[in-house]
């Protein structure tokens, strides 16, 4: 990145709400099944409205120069690889705790700060909450025993650097789980082995269920399943139970577009206890199991590479002022080196960074009111479109009771790191899956429907009040793959198919 600077907005570049995740594309989209708000619910059209820079508001925007001639420069904290690694999973299953005991296992909490939060745990009666204390920080999560906000925390492993992304499980929350996940590059399921938990997430209406389908939809194309609380007195390391969830989830998993022979792994361990987390089972504890451990598996996944010679796209996901105006995001694509102020990663400034690091990036002759949650840092060589309609194809996954799906249909997007009020303004064609690679190319296509049901592939016309940043899904996944909500719940998933003409913000009439 050679230098960051505000100009006019002369085409369809530039600044866009909040930032999604690739981790590498579908075989078949239909399977794939290809949002980050900052509160725990659905905004309303008033709220979105207030949230984001009118289209005569964003007339400007941010703009960065790719390195071109430059391979991707080694940087101090670079020297190992750097996945996000989100904790997905229905409320309760040890997500937190889990992220905790990694931390301590990993050397990055110490003994005296752990007695401090035992001691705090069983001052509120919540002793086995302690080890949550780690990521769970604030007093409004400690008191009820959930996470509300994303927790971030890093650690080490012998090749990787990980950032944990700690997803709240409750369903108020799940706007804020859909922030996380649009960030990962890989997916932790936890599934809670206790008699009666398990089923509780599974069922319909289940967090287990919703979480992997949104992962899946965001770009986590890599999950590992570790089916928790293996101690517990309902299940004491029994083989059978875990046969029993591994058997249940599987065609689940299947069904929500995941390879489960190449990208799915199962592992059972304790997050309480530790076991089975960096140092493998001991078989007096559970001798079926000779397995890796959840160290080993993390290490060992594989996720596709990133252009670093691309043109950059960095979702801005946070802001703000530091003796000057700092960004938070990650980088998507292309390199960002110090020809701006500064680049930190892992908040130790570096010279150069490249995909898939989080970074702190401080901007050149830019306001703190200048920019917001959304924006994306882009390539003024290649800029990114900034458009307020595109035509999306879009899976029906479940609309609420009594309501059809037609052109006038109002819902929440959430597309990267960007939440806006939409509207559906045109149903386009309706598409039979099943049909589609048999269908004779010169055979006019079906009259556009009038509305669609649950369960319809359809492509469509979405249009928003305020400029938003977005790319086709064929040309750029991270930035083209969104989700519809509305009264909490996820409506349906899709991606973006078309845009409007290079310099125009919306197709013509």
Request: charged share 30%; net charge negative.
């Amino acid at each position: 990145m050679e230098d960051t600077r505000l100009e006019p907005a002369a085409s369809s570049t530039a600044c866009a709400a909040p930032a999604m995740v690739d981790v590498g594309e579908a075989d078949d989209w239909s399977k794939e099944l290809d949002d980050a708000p900052a509160t725990a619910r659905d905004v309303s059209a008033d709220e979105a409205s207030a949230s984001w820079p009118t289209a005569s508001q964003v007339s400007q925007h941010v703009e960065v120069d790719v390195l071109k001639d430059e391979v991707l420069i080694e940087s101090e904290v670079a020297k190992k690889r750097h996945l996000n690694v989100v904790f997905i999973g229905h409320v309760d299953a040890g997500k937190s705790t889990i992220g905790g005991q990694i931390l301590l296992l990993s050397g990055q909490v110490d003994d005296r700060t752990i007695q401090k939060y035992e001691k705090e745990a069983k001052d509120k009666s919540r002793e086995s909450w302690y080890m949550a204390y780690i990521m769970d920080t604030n007093e409004e999560e400690r008191v009820k025993g959930i996470t509300v906000e994303v927790g971030r925390a890093r650690f080490e492993t012998d090749n990787t650097r990980f950032t944990i992304l700690d997803a709240p499980g409750h369903k108020s929350y799940v706007p804020n789980m859909i922030s996380g996940a649009s960030q990962a590059d890989i997916g932790v399921l936890v599934i809670s082995s206790r008699k009666g938990e398990f089923e509780t997430g599974f069922e319909k209406g289940g967090q287990t269920r919703e979480h992997v389908q949104l992962a899946k939809t965001l770009g986590v194309t890599k999950l590992i399943v570790v089916v928790n609380k293996m101690d517990e007195q309902t299940v004491k390391w029994s083989k059978q139970r875990y046969d029993e969830i591994e058997s249940k989830m599987i065609p689940f998993l299947r069904s929500s577009g995941y390879n489960v022979k190449k990208d799915v792994q199962f592992l059972p361990i304790s997050g309480l206890l530790g076991y089975n987390i960096k140092t493998r089972m001991d078989p007096k504890a559970c001798p079926w199991w000779s397995g890796p451990c959840l160290f080993e598996v993390l290490d060992s996944v594989e996720v596709p590479l990133r252009d670093p010679k691309g043109p950059v796209r960095v979702p801005v996901i946070d802001k703000f002022k530091d003796m000057g105006t700092i960004v938070m995001g990650k980088i998507e694509a292309g390199t960002v080196d110090v020809k701006v102020l500064a680049v930190f990663c892992d908040d130790v400034k570096v010279n150069s960074a490249g995909p898939g690091e989080n970074v702190k990036v401080k901007l050149a002759g830019i306001n703190d009111e200048d920019i917001s949650p959304g924006f994306v840092l882009s390539s003024p060589v290649v800029p990114v479109p900034a458009v307020t309609e595109f035509d999306a194809q879009l899976q029906i996954l479940e609309l609420l009771d009594n309501a059809i799906f037609t052109a006038g249909y109002k819902a929440v997007l959430h597309i990267h790191s960007i939440v806006e009020e939409c509207e559906i303004v045109d149903l386009l064609e309706e598409i039979d899956l099943k049909k589609k690679k048999d269908a004779d190319p010169k055979k006019k296509p079906k009259r556009k429907p009038l509305f669609v049901k649950n369960g319809a592939v359809v492509v469509c016309r979405v249009q928003v009040t305020n400029l938003i940043c977005v790319e086709k899904f064929s040309d750029f996944a991270q930035l083209g793959r969104f989700t519809l909500r509305t009264e909490g719940k996820t409506i349906a998933v899709g991606k973006v198919v078309a845009l409007p003409a290079a310099g125009s913000t919306a197709f013509s009439a």
